[in-house]
């Protein structure tokens, strides 16, 4: 039997699934190796969610993304002894102008895409790792990258451009946008559960430590709220989201800063973490009395509401709206506060419901139909590597 093995790299973390290969991908095991760096913890899963293992890694294995993955990889094969892994799927989060569709990985495509990690610095490489682990480990598996950024190719130009001078445009500077493995599987479970849902104009907020929001019209990607990098948009766990160019000019002229440390002040230090001073965990900051996690969760809960009804203007309307990610899915305080007051966009939401985590939301004197979904990139990643794989 064939098997499709799913990475998933981080910044600080390694995603992990093994799969029967098939029309439909069929997941033995899913885990997560978290924490890569310091006191990592690896964690596995079988195909009902239930937990098979809990393992605090030794430091060697901790250390970095290829020692997780080795550790990853151990615990399957002690599990799943005879899996046949005829394919790897990789999460690749910059897939730059010409990557729309997933890709068998050759050597010449692995070098466009280290060209691209000066686009996306802090998530590339660690991509790539994975891809030269996974190929040292298994040399004769198909390779396969999927890109966070092709479900967004299908942009508008009003949607995809700088008001720069064109050149920067042609070399690459535009709106390309992120968490597109996630918006893709919602796509597809909305065809499934709500074809004309889908056939709308439907406003998708993947909120997480990473938080982004697209607006799609028939399930294609209209316009989203990140946009040259990870950064844009919405605050996030550690990044600051939207933030005024000037400020990166007083920070550069008048604070001395150099460009690392503008990067480590906007990737590892801002959003959350930085408005709370408190905590990048929205379970902390909700759990705390501090009034400047109060104020954390207000700012998150604006910037949302403020970029739901900028999104619903390039959709010329909005049909529904459909929380996903790690707070989209659990939170209801903050998804009460997204819809709280929003009557005049069509919103009404149904507070039991909400506090349920229940599918549908939204109260029958609702326009707009408000829903929760569980995401699964990993399972897109192995829809594709399988097919590729033949």
Same mark, same amino acid.
């Given at each position: 039997?064939a098997?499709?093995?799913?990475l998933?790299?981080?910044s ?5 699934g ?13 885990g ?16 009902? %969610? ?8 030794p430091?060697?294995?901790?250390r970095?993304?290829?020692g997780a ?5 151990a615990?399957?094969?002690?599990r ?28 010449d ?5 280290q ?11 660690h ?19 999927c ?17 720069l001078?064109?050149?920067?445009y ?9 968490h597109?493995?996630?918006y893709?599987?919602?796509s %597809? ?21 990473g ?6 019209l ?71 009395d ?8 207000d700012?998150f ?39 709280a007051?929003m ?7 149904d ?8 599918t549908?939301?939204?109260s ?12 699964n ?14």
């Amino acid at each position: 039997m064939a098997h499709v093995l799913v990475l998933n790299a981080g910044s600080s973390s390694l995603k992990f699934g093994l799969f029967v290969k098939g029309d439909e991908p069929q997941a033995l095991a899913t885990g997560l190796v978290d924490r890569i760096g310091g006191a990592a913890q690896l964690s596995l899963r079988n195909a009902a %969610g239930e937990r098979m293992l809990d393992l605090d890694l030794p430091p060697d294995q901790a250390r970095d993304h290829h020692g997780a993955l080795h550790a990853a990889l151990a615990e399957i094969e002690a599990r799943f002894p005879d899996a046949q892994v005829v394919a790897v799927g990789h999460r690749i989060v910059h897939g730059g102008r010409d990557f729309a569709d997933p890709v068998e990985l050759t050597l010449d495509v692995i070098a466009q895409l280290q060209a691209l990690v000066p686009f996306a610095p802090l998530h590339q490489p660690h991509n790539l790792a994975g891809v030269q682990a996974a190929m040292a480990e298994f040399p004769h598996a198909r390779q396969v990258a999927c890109f966070d950024t092709a479900f967004h190719r299908s942009h508008p130009f009003v949607n995809d451009t700088f008001a720069l001078p064109r050149a920067y445009y042609d070399k690459g500077v535009r709106r390309y946008g992120f968490h597109g493995l996630s918006y893709d599987y919602i796509s %597809g479970a909305l065809r499934q559960m709500a074809p004309t849902l889908h056939a709308g104009r439907v406003v998708v907020a993947h909120l997480g430590n990473g938080a982004s929001m697209c607006g799609m019209l028939a399930g294609r990607s209209l316009a989203s709220t990140m946009g040259f990098s990870a950064l844009d948009g919405l605050p996030m766990g550690t990044r600051s989201g939207q933030l005024d160019p000037g400020v990166l000019l007083y920070l550069l002229e008048q604070e001395g800063m150099d460009a690392p440390e503008i990067s480590d002040l906007l990737y590892k230090r801002s959003g959350l973490l930085g408005l709370s001073g408190l905590s990048h965990d929205m379970r902390t900051l909700e759990a705390s009395d501090d009034p400047h996690a109060r104020q954390a969760i207000d700012y998150f809960t604006f910037r949302i509401r403020r970029e739901l009804g900028g999104l619903a203007a390039a959709l010329d309307g909005l049909d529904a709206v459909v929380f996903t990610g790690g707070i989209g899915e659990n939170s209801a305080r903050i998804r009460h506060a997204v819809c709280a007051g929003m009557g005049w966009i069509g919103i009404e939401i149904d507070e039991d419901a909400n506090a349920q985590n229940a599918t549908v939301i939204s109260s029958d004197l609702s326009r707009v139909r408000v829903l929760v979904l569980a995401t699964n990139e990993e399972l897109v990643i192995a829809r594709a590597a399988g097919n590729l794989a033949g």
